[in-house]
């Protein structure tokens, strides 16, 4: 769904300079006032077609958006406010504004260029100058453009030309009321076949026969943490007053977006503590049996990791926990020693990987860790006939663990008795895809191991319902992974470098640039770079080409064949970005990387210092915005993933980092973990005091809240009393 963030950008799309002109008014009545006609009031669960002037066609469209009732359009929220509130004299306005002008019509123009080009264009003038108005192929509009008119649009100074503004919004100056200026105005995400001004037209209707909203928190929350009354703050959301209310009516429902969220994800974790363990795990030492098998002593955090996982297998219901780390930290010895204790314990274990190559990297090292277990992998890609065995073996119990892709997930595989999830990368994942495999056992263990370190404030709402385990060391012996930026004009020194640590001994990832367009010019480029570097720059070195349009089997013998030393220099598309372990590779470079994200390149980064010897990554770009330069140095700067995360959702603002929409439970429209952090911090307390003392939600306060989070986090309401 395209909610974004309802940010309040002044001046909607930013306006340079504003206040010059006359307020119109200070204070605006939420709704803009109707044209006398006083709408019945709506039921919030009526469809949009009770909405006055939403008909079958509308009403196609809107349900496009995924609006289907009066409730979603109440919900519908902008994802920005242009200001409206001052008229600005046109004698003032710069070249790049965005700004609303009055003034008299003097002269109207019609063109017709070519036969699907329709141009419209009026003069108009304030006593300090005057401005062009274009519209195009609204021939309608030339009957308004008379007397004197509002309009609202960017404006264009070019040296030598008459200012102008093109298709502007704009009304002609009447005494009735107007929804267009003088105020705030709301920018809608839209659909094909709705246009702004049909959007605004249509909440408006919705605002104005709103009916009482029901309250999500009590009265009592809402004078603790100084909310607005719900229906007050949906108005305000849209068309507010001013702008201290647009922000407390952000805060109001961010809150409560957060409140219904750690509710569920509370629910969830106490529904899970009351549900009976199935397996029993016998008092056992599986510690010392395991350790045996590991070809090295493990880290004080594995260790500390693998107490962790022993008590949670040894209390009366299933464990859910977060392993948390760092890439190269050894997470895989942790999920192969849970593993290791569902199969000694009679169970299955399911590895889930989001790459094939990662699953197949996981099969291959468990095999190796873990004699005398049989390892199976299921990925989309094996044949058909392959893929019903290995399914048969999973269903019949003698494949004890099995490595997969999102193949585990699909309806065909069954389990004889499941024991344990592990999932890999839990970023990559969403939580459904977690949650199917899940029931796929009967209340299995869960294991969710992450290597992109969140920041705090993150991992409340995604994995709020999950113990953490954090492995905060890494194995002995590692040099850190020394990380330079340079400008593409010192690429062929990076790669004479590349050719010297190869004579050494030492082998390469060279990552192509990334193109998110485009999967097929993706392709393209790395072929070329490929080709390049082989034909030209390392003419007397092995290389191969890695890309995601490989077939898994085709992908694994390059991976494996890389691994084994038979190639020096790996050219890649981001497919090797999680997990790849290959430590005899000490380079990694990456082409255009800051196309990339600061998370991702500290992955890529990640996939070398995995041996003894020093490891360099070789960051190559040219940025020319200081956001840019800025992120390269972050990399340059450190090697903490936590720093370079919490960098990466600063450097790139709210509501664009990864996971804050997307990978949590609900669906968040209002609410932005980078801006409404103090919000989502009040909520967990708040969620967590109504719980402890009505653990139901039985109190008649709690019906709406009850609704809510049963709609978000199905299977909920059995917790209700
Ligand atoms: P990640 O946490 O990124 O998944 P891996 O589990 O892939 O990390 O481990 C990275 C590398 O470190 C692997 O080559 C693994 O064999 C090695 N490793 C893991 N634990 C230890 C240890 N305790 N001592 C030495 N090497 C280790
Ligand atoms: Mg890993």
Redesign the pocket.
């Known amino acids: 769904m395209p909610h974004s963030f309802p940010k309040h950008r002044p001046g909607g799309p930013p306006a340079k300079r504003l206040g010059g002109g006359a307020l119109l008014s200070r204070r605006l009545p939420s709704v803009p006032k109707s044209d006398g006609m006083n709408s019945p009031l709506l039921s919030l669960g009526a469809s949009v077609k009770a909405v006055r002037g939403v008909g079958p066609g509308l009403s196609q469209h809107l349900t496009r958006l995924g609006l289907h009732t009066v409730e979603d359009l109440a919900q519908h929220y902008p994802t920005a406010h242009e200001d409206r509130r001052h008229i600005v004299p046109i004698g003032q306005l710069l070249d790049g504004d965005w700004a609303a002008i009055e003034g008299e019509v003097r002269q109207v123009r019609e063109k017709a260029p070519n036969r699907k080009l329709q141009i419209v264009e009026a003069t108009v003038c304030d006593p300090s100058g005057c401005i062009v108005l274009t519209f195009f192929n609204q021939p309608h509009v030339k009957h308004q453009l008379s007397g004197s008119l509002r309009a609202y649009g960017k404006v264009e100074r070019k040296i030598g030309q008459m200012l102008q503004m093109n298709g502007p919004d704009m009304e002609r100056v009447s005494d009735k009321p107007s929804a267009l200026f003088g105020r705030l105005v709301p920018v809608y995400p839209l659909t094909q076949g709705i246009v702004q001004r049909v959007m605004r037209r249509i909440v408006v209707e919705v605002l104005r026969a709103l009916p009482p909203v029901p309250e999500v928190v009590s009265e009592d929350i809402r004078q603790r943490y100084r909310l607005m009354p719900r229906r007050r703050a949906i108005v305000q959301l849209h068309y507010p007053a001013a702008t201290d209310t647009l922000a407390a009516a952000q805060r109001t429902l961010a809150f409560e977006e957060f409140f219904v969220q750690q509710i569920g994800v509370r629910l969830k974790r106490m529904g899970r503590a009351v549900q009976p363990r199935l397996t029993f795990y016998p008092n056992l030492d599986v510690v010392d049996p395991f350790e045996a098998l590991l070809p ?4 004080g955090a ?1 260790r500390r990791a693998f107490q962790d996982v022993l008590k949670d297998l040894r209390a009366p219901h299933p464990m859910a926990r977060l392993v948390q ?1 760092d ?7 942790v999920a192969a020693f849970a593993a290791c204790c569902a199969v000694w314990n009679g169970c299955q274990a399911a590895v889930m990987a989001p790459t094939e190559i990662l699953a197949g990297q996981h099969a291959q090292k468990l095999s190796g860790l873990l004699p005398g277990i049989r390892v199976g992998l299921l990925m989309g890609s094996l044949r058909t006939k392959e893929k019903a065995q290995v399914q048969k073996d999973i269903a019949s119990g003698a494949i004890q663990v099995v490595v997969g892709t999102h193949a585990l997930i699909q309806e065909a595989v069954r389990f004889d008795r499941l024991g344990l999830v592990v999932v890999d990368e839990q970023h990559k994942f969403g939580v459904v895809q977690r949650t199917r495999l899940w029931e796929k056992g009967d209340a299995p263990d869960l294991l969710v191991m992450t ?1 992109t370190p969140i920041p705090r404030t993150l991992s409340l709402t995604t994995y709020g319902d999950l113990d953490c385990t954090i492995i905060d060391e890494l ?2 012996g590692r040099t850190p992974v020394k990380t330079h930026h340079i400008g593409s004009n010192r690429l062929d020194g990076a790669y004479k470098w590349i050719r010297e640590q190869v004579r050494e001994g030492r082998q390469a990832y060279v990552v192509c640039p990334l193109i998110e367009e485009s999967e097929k010019l993706e392709l393209a480029s790395a072929q070329q770079v490929f080709a390049h570097l082989r034909d030209e720059v390392f003419p007397e070195l092995r290389l191969a080409l890695l890309h995601g349009r490989q077939k898994a089997d085709e992908k694994e013998a390059v991976m494996g064949q890389f691994r084994s030393g038979d190639f020096d220099v790996l050219v890649s598309t981001t497919v090797i970005e999680v ?1 790849v ?1 290959v ?1 005899n590779a000490t380079v990694m470079l990456i082409r255009d990387a800051d196309r990339f994200g600061l998370a991702q390149l500290h992955q890529l980064r ?1 996939r070398v210092g ?1 041996g003894a010897h020093r490891s360099h990554c070789i960051l190559v770009a040219d940025p020319e915005s200081k956001n840019g330069k800025e992120r390269m140095e972050c990399l340059v700067q450190s090697q903490d993933g936590f720093f370079v995360a919490e960098e990466d959702m600063r450097l790139r603002g709210p509501g664009d980092y990864y996971g804050t929409r997307q990978a949590g439970f609900m669906q968040l429209r209002v609410a932005d973990m980078a801006l409404h952090r103090a919000e989502l911090e009040m909520a967990r307390e708040a969620a967590e005091d109504v719980l402890r003392h009505d653990a139901g939600l039985s109190h008649p306060q709690w019906e709406e809240l009850r609704r809510v989070v049963e709609r978000n986090f199905p299977g909920s309401e059995q917790h209700f009393h």
């Open positions: 090295f002593p493990p880290t594995q780390g890439v190269g930290c050894g997470k895989t010895v290597a194995p002995p997990g372990d430590p990640g995995r």
